[in-house]
C-alpha cells in the first residue's frame, strides 16, 4: 500500500524537514506541492515530487484531489487551524508542524474536526525521536527516576534569531522563541513527566536585545523596526499533582549556558539530563552515580544500518500510524497542552499576573 502526500507551504521546514524525509520512504508518493509564492512550490515539485506532481498557489483546488491520502502543513502558525481543519474535512491524515496553533481554542477546533472527520492528526515534535529522547523516555516509563516532581525545560540561544520568512511578526507567529523553540523543549518534558495536567503558570518576557541595531547574530543583524516579538521568555509551570517545570527560552541572550530542546528531571529515585549528551544520576548503596549514556543513532528497524535523523525517524512513524492504523507518537490531545500552557505564559508576562486552570 502507498499513500499520496500533499505539502502545503514550500519554505524552509518543508524543505528541511518533511519533504527529503517523506522522500525516504517508499510507501510515499509526493503528489502535490502548495505555496503562495509559486515558485517555490515549482522548485520543491522538481526537487521531491513524482513526475506528474502537482503545484498549486490555492490550498482548497489541492484539497479537491481525492487520490490525495495526507497532508502536511507548513505554513505560519497562524494558518495552521485554517489549513488543518480543511484538510481534515476533505478527508485527508494531517501533520502540522509545531506549535499546534496560536490559541488553545483553535488546537480544540482541529482535534474535533480530526474526531468527527476519522482521521489522524500530529504535531511535528521531532525531538521526540532523537536517539537520548527515545532512551530516557523508556527510562522514565520504566520508572528509573521514581516519581518526577521537577523538570526544567531549556531552549537558549545567545545569538541564533531567525530573520527570514515572518519568525518575527507576532501576528503571523504568535510569538518569539517561546513559542519557536521553547514549545519543543516543552513537549519533551511533559512527555518525559507523562504529565498533562497544569494547574497554573506564570511568565515573563523580554525585548531588549532586540531592539538592538546591527547585532551580532548567527543569521545576521536583525532589523529592529521588524522584531515585533520577545527575544526571551521564561515560566514556572506547576501541575495539578504539585510537581513543577521551569522553561528557559531565547532567540538573544546574554548568556553562555546555551542548550536547544533539552530538558532535565529530577524524581524520586533519580535524575537525568542531556546537557553534555544523556546522563542519568542517583544513588546506590550509600553512595552518589552518575551514567553516560553512550547511543549511537542508527540501528532503526526501518533503516537497517544507517544513520538517520529525528526528522525521518518521526516521518516514518507518522507513515507506519497511518498504514497500520495506531496512534501517532504525538498526540493531538498532548500538542493542545502545549498551546494551552504558552498562551497563558504570554498572557501572564502581558498581565503581570499568575494564570489559573480550570
Not at 525531538?127 to 527516576?145: E, I, V
Not at 549514556?293 to 500510524?321: C, M, P, Q
Request: charged content about 25%; overall charge negative; hydrophobic content about 35%.
Amino acid at each position: 500500500m502507498s499513500l499520496n502526500v500533499g505539502i502545503i507551504g514550500c519554505g524552509g521546514i518543508a524543505n528541511g524537514k518533511h519533504l527529503p524525509s517523506l522522500q525516504k520512504i517508499n510507501e510515499v508518493n509526493i503528489v502535490a506541492f502548495c505555496d503562495i509564492e509559486v515558485e517555490k512550490a515549482q522548485v520543491a515539485a522538481e526537487q521531491y515530487g513524482t513526475d506528474n506532481a502537482k503545484v498549486y498557489v490555492d490550498y482548497k483546488l489541492l484539497l479537491e484531489d481525492d487520490s490525495i491520502d495526507v497532508i502536511h502543513v507548513c505554513t505560519p502558525n497562524s494558518s495552521h487551524k485554517e489549513l488543518t481543519i480543511a484538510s481534515l474535512d476533505a478527508g485527508k491524515h494531517v501533520m502540522c508542524e509545531k506549535p499546534m496553533a496560536k490559541t488553545t481554542e483553535e488546537a480544540r477546533d482541529m482535534i474535533e474536526a480530526a474526531k468527527r472527520n476519522g482521521k489522524k492528526l500530529t504535531i511535528g515534535y521531532q525531538n521526540r525521536f532523537r536517539p537520548d529522547s527515545q532512551y530516557l523516555r523508556k527510562a522514565t516509563q520504566r520508572g528509573d527516576l521514581g516519581d518526577i516532581y521537577y523538570g526544567k525545560a531549556q531552549a537558549i540561544r545567545r545569538r541564533a534569531v531567525p530573520t527570514w520568512g515572518v519568525f518575527l511578526d507576532e501576528e503571523k507567529q504568535g510569538g518569539g522563541p517561546l513559542i519557536d523553540i521553547g514549545t519543543h523543549a516543552l513537549d519533551l518534558t511533559l512527555w518525559m513527566m507523562d504529565n498533562y495536567e497544569p494547574e497554573s503558570v506564570m511568565g515573563s518576557t523580554f525585548h531588549e536585545l532586540g531592539k538592538k541595531e546591527n547585532a551580532a547574530n548567527a543569521w545576521g543583524p536583525w532589523d529592529p523596526k521588524k522584531f515585533t516579538v520577545e527575544d526571551s521568555a521564561f515560566g514556572f509551570i506547576k501541575m495539578k499533582d504539585g510537581s513543577t517545570i521551569i522553561l528557559e527560552s531565547s532567540w538573544a541572550l546574554n548568556s553562555l549556558d546555551v542548550d536547544e530542546a533539552k530538558c532535565a528531571l529530577s524524581g524520586t529515585e533519580g535524575g537525568a539530563d542531556m546537557k553534555d549528551g544523556l546522563r542519568i544520576h542517583g544513588e546506590n548503596f550509600g553512595s552518589l552515580y552518575t551514567s553516560n549514556i553512550e547511543l549511537e543513532n542508527k540501528g532503526v528497524d526501518f533503516y537497517e544500518g544507517e544513520t538517520v535523523d529525528e526528522a525521518e525517524v518521526e516521518a516514518r512513524s507518522w507513515i507506519d500510524s497511518i498504514l497500520n492504523d495506531s496512534e501517532p507518537v504525538v498526540k493531538p490531545e498532548e500538542a493542545i497542552i502545549i498551546t494551552q500552557i504558552l498562551e497563558a505564559l504570554y498572557e501572564s508576562a502581558k498581565t503581570g499576573k499568575a494564570v489559573y486552570f480550570d
